[in-house]
């Protein structure tokens, strides 16, 4: 609001008894709009929104692209084809694939070695035993291979010396050698296999470059004795072998039976593949409305890939209205939720709205979140009541850390709206996301300790648990195919709810010190940390400037209930106290509470040159924070405590020693066409120059320390601290801070005035009670100098 001031009377010589009048004119609604445009905060965070809204925009249209679901998981809702396709159709391809592969024969190469040894030992069997009159004169070895006899032995010694003959053996055994290479002698297992398996009943026989077919059943097992004497026996008599040479050669091959064909493995898996791969794939025609899966189905691999078949033909043939519009609408809720939330931000948390980098940071963490949980959800679907209610009740706890409940409620709701939007998640979800919130947010009262934390991981970990049990029981049918499915999803997600619950409160105690930087705020932890007085700065105070911590102490213990009175940040109070005046630690002796009697240091100093040491302590007290990496809320106690007052004591002697030299020049007034001297206004300091440069007091618990402080030094230089006198000094007190405008920056009321006044008195009058004086004591207490208050400021 503007206002203009035109005073009535503006002539020079205008009557006294005009009165001033003043016009208030009401801002025009344009003139708003255009001031609320020229903020550089406000363009800071549109700009903040539209980066948001963008990226998260993007975020959701890439994740619900996706197939968000499965392999075993029960379907919740049922889906069905939007735009006519065809596919190639895995299983039948793959199934006519299998049966052309069974259908190739399996391919057996010749041992070579084998046959050639058994046609050679045949072909020789005459010339070796032809110079054996006897049996016994024929090798044991040959005897026992080809079972001779003396009439085997006599018809071999005949046809060894009959030339004719012998070409005629040696022809049979060529014919021999020939039929066994188109039937194959086996072992066992191969022939075993030959029978069994494939579906061709033909075999294919590679002898070198030469390529043939025959019958499996024509293969003869070596390891069964009966059916190779028969084979043999046959074999030999379609050659021509009789009587007693047939016995022989039957004898040589039973006797020492060696397989001529093995199974060519590599050979039989690259005559499969080909055949295979001949075989055309088989194509589906799909129609729009044909079902993918329905409602309580177990979704199995051929469904999930035709659902990702059914995506990705939509996205490439539907129209672009059709796509599009879909899209737009998820852009415009991610637009109306930031657009929501930066509402509440300007109208309801100016701590936020009045700060860019905290819009800022909130954004980018809900952005991550949304991001994260999205991408997560993408790459394991089966997770998602791990990753979607998890994540929003890790960012409610962060933002209940940084922020009161209310707005860690109103950033966690938009968050978990976001999430379920970008994830498409049913309502039951948001419900569970919104119930671990609730229950994050309110256990959590002020993180003071871990047990804080652990308590609230514990509850909200119950909470999901049963929340994520209960919305999987509501939400899939429960049918005799599909109730043992349900179960053990339905108590899967119970327990990865609870997991993600514990999880919160591992992944916020790691967070703090990031959120605390972030934000710019102290956790209860940290102050709990600084309170300890092996702290390094406090432990230098201890040993440099002991008054001066003693004093801290007992400004701590007064502004610590005076806090608690309000509904302040008491242990904020506590701490920022016991930090106030570490400044003092460099020049400890110039503050009264440090002085053990003796001479007064100020004594030999100018006022002037006195107020720059009491004031620095202010500045050495800031840079000390400072360089020790203490929080801001702390680093204002220091330099907030004194605000902007008057160092009084050093005024009045600036003052008063101004006023002699101010009688000397009037006792002497200077010449005629002298220059005229200054008037004593002009001589006499300016107060302004022996005022604290501040910054006043920004919050309650800085103005309440500001009270303590000033109290506690006073009240040390009352002779008999009386409950009444007391009272009546705090409210002095109190009365002069007020009217000096020291509590202006924050937001105290009178009655929050009134209630620290009282509860500053209770606790000083216990700490400054009087006591019975005993025979001998000295009953009165000499006075301390009037210049105490002020030196030990």
Not at 214 to 224: G, K, L, M, P, T
Not at 391 to 396: G, H, N, R, S
Not at 752 to 766: E, P
Request: overall charge neutral.
């Amino acid at each position: 609001m503007a206002s203009e001031q035109t005073k009535a009377g503006s002539k020079p010589k205008a009557a006294k008894n005009k009165r001033a009048v003043v016009l208030v004119r009401q801002r025009t609604l344009r003139q708003k709009a255009r001031d609320l445009i020229e903020h550089p905060t406000v363009g800071w965070g549109v700009i903040t929104g539209l980066i948001f809204a963008l990226i998260v925009t993007g975020v959701a249209i890439w994740a619900r692209e996706q197939p968000l679901v499965a392999v075993g998981q029960v379907m919740s809702r049922t889906r069905t084809v939007r735009v006519p396709f065809s596919t190639t159709d895995a299983q039948a391809t793959e199934r006519e694939r299998e049966a052309a592969r069974q259908r190739s024969p399996r391919i057996y190469a010749i041992d070579e070695a084998a046959l050639d040894d058994v046609g050679t030992s045949l072909t020789n069997l005459p010339a070796s035993v032809a110079g054996a009159p006897t049996l016994a004169e024929v090798d044991e070895r040959i005897r026992e291979r080809f079972g001779l006899t003396e009439e085997v032995l006599a018809s071999l010694t005949t046809l060894a010396e009959n030339e004719v003959a012998l070409e005629a053996w040696r022809s049979r055994v060529h014919r021999l050698t020939e039929i066994l290479e188109r039937r194959p002698l086996m072992d066992a297992p191969t022939y075993q296999a030959a029978l069994q398996e494939g579906l061709n009943r033909r075999i294919e026989l590679h002898n070198g470059s030469d390529r043939s077919m025959v019958v499996r059943e024509e293969a003869v097992n070596i390891d069964d004795a009966a059916q190779l004497e028969v084979a043999i026996r046959r074999i030999a008599s379609v050659v021509g072998f009789e009587g007693t040479l047939a016995e022989a050669v039957t004898n040589r091959l039973v006797r020492s039976p060696r397989a001529t064909y093995v199974f060519d493995a590599e050979a039989t898996e690259r005559a499969r593949e080909q055949a295979a791969l001949a075989v055309s794939p088989v194509r589906r025609e799909y129609a729009v409305g044909q079902t993918i899966f329905t409602r309580g189905d177990v979704l199995n691999e051929s469904q999930l890939t035709l659902y990702r078949r059914e995506l990705k033909e939509f996205h490439d043939t539907a129209s672009t209205m059709r796509i599009w519009t879909t899209r737009l609408g998820i852009g415009a809720t991610v637009i109306g939720l930031t657009a929501l939330l930066g509402s509440y931000f300007a109208a309801l948390c100016p701590r936020i709205s009045r700060r860019a980098a905290r819009m800022s940071w909130i954004a980018a963490l809900v952005g991550v979140a949304t991001a994260g949980a999205a991408a997560l959800t993408v790459l394991d679907p089966r997770f998602v009541m791990l990753i979607v209610p998890g994540t929003v009740a890790l960012v409610a706890v962060l933002m209940r850390v940084a922020y009161d409940r209310t707005t860690a409620g109103a950033i966690a709701g938009v968050c978990a709206v976001l999430i379920c939007l970008a994830t498409e998640r049913p309502v039951g979800v948001l419900a569970v996301c919104l119930l671990g919130m609730a229950m994050a947010i309110g256990t959590l009262a002020e993180v003071r300790d871990r047990r804080e934390i652990i308590r609230m991981s514990v509850l909200t970990a119950i909470t999901l648990g049963l929340g994520s049990a209960l919305v999987g029981l509501i939400d899939r049918p429960m049918t005799d195919i599909s109730a043992q499915a349900v179960l053990r999803q339905t108590l899967g997600e119970g327990a990865l709810g609870t997991l993600g619950g514990l999880a919160v409160g591992g992944i916020t105690m790691f967070a703090l010190p990031f959120v605390e930087r972030a934000f710019d705020i102290t956790t209860g932890m940290t102050l709990i940390e600084l309170r300890d007085p092996k702290q390094p700065l406090l432990r230098e105070m201890q040993q440099r400037a002991p008054g001066t911590y003693n004093h801290s102490l007992n400004v701590a213990s007064i502004a610590e209930s005076a806090a608690e009175s309000i509904g302040a940040d008491s242990l904020l109070t506590y701490v920022g106290c016991l930090y106030h005046d570490i400044g003092k630690i460099n020049k400890p002796e110039y503050f009264v509470e440090n002085q053990r009697g003796g001479e007064n240091r100020h004594d030999k100093l100018s006022p002037a040159m006195s107020l720059l040491v009491i004031i620095g302590h202010v500045k050495d007290g800031v840079e000390m924070a400072r360089e020790h990496d203490l929080p801001p809320p702390i680093v204002h106690f220091i330099e907030a405590h004194h605000g902007t007052t008057l160092v009084e004591y050093f005024y009045r002697r600036a003052r008063e020693k101004a006023k002699p030299q101010s009688d000397i020049a009037e006792a002497n007034p200077a010449p005629k066409g002298d220059a005229k001297p200054e008037r004593d206004a002009d001589r006499l300091p300016d107060e302004v120059d022996y005022r604290y440069p501040g910054p006043r007091p920004r919050t309650k618990e800085v103005a309440i320390t500001m009270l303590s402080d000033a109290v506690e030094s006073a009240t040390r230089t009352l002779p008999e601290p009386t409950p009444a006198r007391i009272e009546a000094l705090v409210r002095q007190i109190a009365q002069a801070r007020l009217m000096d405008g020291q509590f202006d920056d924050c937001d105290l009321t009178l009655a929050d005035v009134r209630t620290i006044c009282d509860s500053i008195s209770k606790t000083v009058s216990s700490i400054y009670h009087g006591r019975i004086s005993y025979s001998g004591e000295q009953t009165k207490k000499p006075k301390p100098p009037a210049a105490e208050v002020e030196k030990s400021a």
